[in-house]
Nanobody, 123 residues
Framework: QVQLVESGGGLVQAGGSLRLSCAAS????????MGWFRQAPGKEREFVAA????????YYADSVLGRFTISRDNAKNTVYLQMNSLKPEDTAIYYC????????????????WGQGSQVTVSS
């Protein structure tokens, strides 16, 4: 089992940048594929980005491709989401999630979730 804690959210102007971190505790972090998801008010939770266990493969939603970068440091049990060129429509609660082995984009296939971190982008 793994416990996840996000940090790094906040308020930023459009065009600005933020970096989210997700610290994991528990065993065998390097065995978990990691994902970032977000949920805006009144909307369903949606996939943002994901990274394979070793970090060699990354996946992005079309809406963030070229602006966001997911990375991980297995020595520090941490996954990151660097968000550049932020837009007001990126405003949401951002969640990190973990699942053993294979990366997927489906929210329902991640059993472990953090508590979320609010990101607000002003216009």
């Amino acid at each position: 089992q793994v416990q996840l804690v996000e940090s790094g959210g906040g308020l930023v102007q459009a065009g600005g940048s933020l970096r989210l971190s997700c610290a994991a505790s528990g065993r065998s972090f390097s065995s978990y594929a990691m994902g970032w998801f977000r949920q805006a008010p009144g909307k369903e939770r949606e996939f943002v980005a994901a990274i394979s266990t070793g970090g060699g493969s990354t996946y992005y939603a079309d809406s963030v491709l070229g602006r966001f970068t997911i990375s991980r440091d297995n020595a520090k049990n941490t996954v990151y989401l660097q968000m550049n060129s932020l837009k007001p429509e990126d405003t949401a609660i951002y969640y990190c999630a973990a699942r053993l082995a294979v990366v997927v984009r489906n929210t329902g296939e991640y059993p472990y979730w953090g508590q979320g971190s609010q990101v607000t982008v002003s216009s």
